[in-house]
Nanobody, 126 residues
Framework: QVQLQESGPGLVKPSQTLSLTCTVSGGSITTSAYYWSWIRQPPGKGLEWMGVIAYDGSTYYSPSLRSRTSISRDTSKNQFSLQLRSVTPEDTAVYYC??????????????????WGQGTQVTVSS
């Protein structure tokens, strides 16, 4: 059974960098051909796909967030991480990590993913 767990600060100040880590157990993030995404849900809104890191380390980002987003991984810890720079209150959301079998075609369709983390609330406020 694959399990994903997000971790990171729940409160970030405007203009700072939001950093989250997803720890994966029960499966390796290097196993072909799984893709590991970050997805967020602002209050009262739908899911927004942010980006993905593939089993081979390739990364792909949402065009709307590409300039502020970085996704990386630590294969020795079986973790992948999200950095979102220059945050504003509009970045307040529940942030999820999730796995898909293959590249997520739409990104914001929950049925593309077979495993999810429980989500972590991040609030951007001074």
């Amino acid at each position: 059974q694959v399990q994903l767990q997000e971790s990171g600060p729940g409160l970030v100040k405007p203009s700072q960098t939001l950093s989250l880590t997803c720890t994966v157990s029960g499966g390796s993030i290097t196993t072909s051909a799984y893709y590991w995404s970050w997805i967020r849900q602002p209050p009262g809104k739908g899911l927004e796909w942010m980006g993905v890191i593939a089993y081979d380390g390739s990364t792909y980002y949402s065009p709307s967030l590409r300039s502020r987003t970085s996704i990386s991984r630590d294969t020795s810890k079986n973790q992948f991480s999200l950095q979102l720079r220059s945050v504003t209150p509009e970045d307040t959301a529940v942030y999820y990590c999730a796995r898909s079998d293959g590249y997520p075609q739409t990104g914001d369709n929950r049925y593309e993913y077979d495993y999810w983390g429980q989500g972590t609330q991040v609030t951007v406020s001074s």
